[in-house]
């Protein structure tokens, strides 16, 4: 007979650990799902460990960062609710702005947006007969950011450390989270966008990070920019593209740039593919160095976007939801001030439109 879950409306950290342990009793199920079945956030679920295989952590994040090379080699994952971006290497090339953080290793490279970071925690979780060490960071309303798996040959020593230095004064068990904010603002209405303004402001970009500028002006979302601006610059493509482009990439060796993110996040995989498998609704690369996991049920639209630089046009693969929230970006490997590969520009022509 299934044990019955304890109900956790009191929501103390004790009833929810409560629920969380008869859930798993169960069925295995990651951190994440037990939340969501809970009805909780995963930083509150994992709260509820504090004082005993979680410590958590306060001072500033920013500086925290920065040490992480001391770690030796680990696996960096971030995720959102569609896809799960996992890297193994070296934390390197760290620096740091105001709210902008980057880390520009060999194999690790991100993005950090650290006004989104909140709460962040040292995890020690018993694997059977090992340990798996993990710092993990999370959102205001509880969803994770960015988490650092310790792997073979990491230095346990400096994340003992590191945890002592950040630990917060008190260390008890749970967490309070704010909700969910309202979602995004609707679109303009269509007959509302100078679209002919649109198209010319377009043409005349010289970097893509003039993209954003673009759509800030004309008050635009980046899938209604898309459906504006007509074929010339934006294809709408069908909904299984990733598998084709992922399979398309390994088959060719052809070299691409993953990027996969959230509010707080952007972690990047430049580089080829090697191994491309579906396993259910999960298109998954499983390579040695990068994992990447995709729901392609999730995926409601997917666009192959043409934006003009001063090297020649810049063509990427952009795959959203269906709330219009970002799941994934593929782009060429380049660098500023090469052009892309025409290898990379005919893979990407070859995708099937809708």
């Not at 679920?45 to 920065?66: C, F, I, P, Q």
């Not at 650092?148 to 749970?174: H, K, M, N, S, V």
């Not at 976007?305 to 001063?310: E, F, G, L, S, Y």
């Given at each position: 007979m299934s044990a019955a879950i304890p109900a956790v409306s009191a929501n103390t950290p004790k009833a929810l650990r409560d629920a969380w342990h008869a859930l798993t009793a169960e069925k295995r199920l990651r951190i994440r799902d037990a939340a969501h079945t809970?009805?909780?956030?995963?930083?509150?679920?994992?709260?509820?460990?504090?004082?005993?295989?979680?410590?958590?952590?306060?001072?500033?994040?920013?500086?925290?960062?920065?040490?992480?090379?001391?770690l030796g080699p680990v696996m960096a994952l971030t995720r959102n609710e569609a896809a799960v971006h996992e890297k193994e290497g070296v934390y390197q090339n760290i620096t740091h702005g105001d709210q902008i953080g980057l880390v520009l290793g060999e194999t690790i490279d991100l993005r950090l947006l650290y006004d989104k970071w909140a709460f962040g925690y040292a995890v020690e979780e018993r694997i059977g007969s090992d340990t798996r060490h993990s710092f993990q960071f999370f959102d205001a309303c509880g969803d994770a950011i960015h988490k650092?798996?310790?792997?073979?040959?990491?230095?346990?020593?400096?994340?003992?450390?590191?945890?002592?230095?950040?630990?917060?004064?008190?260390?008890?068990?749970?967490e309070t989270v704010l909700p969910h904010p309202a979602g995004s603002a609707p679109e303009r209405p269509d007959e509302a966008v100078d679209v002919e303004a649109l198209r010319a402001g377009w043409r005349s970009m010289t970097d893509t990070r003039q993209f954003l500028d673009l759509l800030k002006k004309h008050k635009l979302s980046r899938t209604q920019a898309f459906r504006l601006i007509g074929n010339e610059f934006a294809v709408p493509l069908l909904t299984n593209t990733p598998a084709r482009?992922?399979?398309?990439?390994?088959?060719?060796?052809?070299?691409i740039m993953v990027f996969v993110g959230n509010r707080g996040c952007i972690q990047i995989h430049t580089g080829p593919l090697k191994t491309v498998q579906r396993i259910g609704n999960w298109i998954n690369v499983l390579d040695r160095d990068f994992s990447l996991h995709l729901r392609e049920d999730r995926v409601a639209q997917a666009w192959l976007?043409?934006?003009?630089?001063?090297?020649?046009?810049?063509?990427?693969?952009e795959l959203f939801d269906a709330t219009g929230e970002f799941i994934a970006y593929f782009f060429g490997k380049r660098k500023p001030g090469t052009p892309e590969t025409t290898g990379w520009r005919m893979l990407a022509e070859t995708l099937e439109p809708r």
């Open positions: 809970l009805g909780v956030s995963e930083a509150e679920l994992l709260a509820t460990g504090v004082g005993e295989h979680v410590t958590r952590l306060a001072g500033d994040m920013r500086d925290l960062m920065m040490r992480m090379g001391e650092i798996y310790l792997r073979e040959g990491a230095d346990t020593l400096a994340f003992e450390a590191l945890r002592d230095a950040w630990a917060a004064p008190i260390q008890i068990p749970g482009l992922l399979q398309a990439a390994a088959a060719t060796g052809q070299e976007v043409r934006k003009p630089t001063a090297d020649g046009i810049v063509t990427s693969i």
